[in-house]
């Protein structure tokens, strides 16, 4: 089992940057590809992007792709999202998500959620 706990939201202005964490628990940390998704008000959950277990790999959407970057630190289980340049778009709510590397994020851990609002 794994229970994640986002933390550094905040409100920022647009243009300026962010960072969140997201702190595991348990021993196992090293195994789970680790994700970062956001919702924002009245619409769906949009993934962000992920890092892969040993944090050589990282994948992102198009719309956060050269200003976002995913970090983690498997010492520390903890993983990072560095948000740069932020627009009033990436406001929301986001979550990080632990999913096995054959697994899905349905079916694998989620944090409860760090608000970011991006005044314009």
């Known amino acids: 089992q794994v229970q994640l706990v986002e933390s550094g939201g905040g409100l920022v202005q647009a243009g300026g940057s962010l960072r969140l964490s997201c702190a595991a628990s348990g021993r196992t940390f090293s195994s789970y590809v680790m994700g970062w998704f956001r919702q924002a008000p009245g619409k769906e959950r949009e993934f962000v992007g992920e890092?892969?277990?040993?944090?050589?790999?990282?994948n992102f959407a198009g719309s956060v792709k050269g200003r976002f970057t995913i970090s983690r630190d498997n010492a520390k289980n903890t993983v990072y999202l560095q948000m740069n340049s932020l627009k009033a778009e990436d406001t929301a709510v986001y979550y990080c998500?632990?999913?096995?590397?054959?697994?899905?994020?349905?079916?694998?851990?989620w944090g409860q959620g760090t608000q970011v609002t991006v005044s314009s």
């Open positions: 890092v892969t277990t040993g944090g050589g790999f990282t």
């Open positions: 998500a632990a999913r096995l590397p054959t697994g899905s994020y349905d079916r694998g851990y």
